[in-house]
């Protein structure tokens, strides 16, 4: 399977992002708060939006590195999934954590998402 993460699989849409996180159900992966809802499409790809929030990281450069380091993480263990799903990883803590940490939590999101 190619480890890529092309537009396809990225969640956009305000209508379809507001309707996820309506019905998705969640968890804490920390320091990642993970949501993700069962797609009964089998035609639609697995789709992921990452988020860091500006109420805690004011520098637009520090937003966009968490979302990079979430990314490649999701990117580089998308293959742990069997089923479609929307996912949402939403950057929690208030201090900019290593690669290593970010990769853990996405991969207990991934594990736990796949059991269900």
């Not at 708060?33 to 992921?48: A, K």
């Not at 290593?98 to 939590?105: G, Y």
Request: glycine content about 2%; some cysteine.
């Amino acid at each position: 399977m190619l480890k890529t993460f092309p537009k396809e699989n990225k969640l956009c849409g305000q209508m379809r992002i507001e309707q996820f996180y309506r019905e998705g159900k969640r968890f804490v992966a920390w320091p990642l708060r993970v949501t993700w809802q069962e797609i009964s499409n089998d035609q639609s790809p697995t789709r992921v939006l990452v988020w860091a929030p500006k109420s805690l990281f004011k520098h637009a450069v520090q937003r966009n590195r968490l979302r990079r380091l979430m990314r490649e993480a999701y990117r580089l263990h998308q293959d742990m999934l069997t089923s479609n799903v929307y996912i949402a990883f939403n950057y929690m803590d208030k201090e900019e954590q290593p690669f290593a940490v970010i990769e853990k939590a996405v991969c207990k999101a991934l594990r736990k998402i796949a059991e269900k």
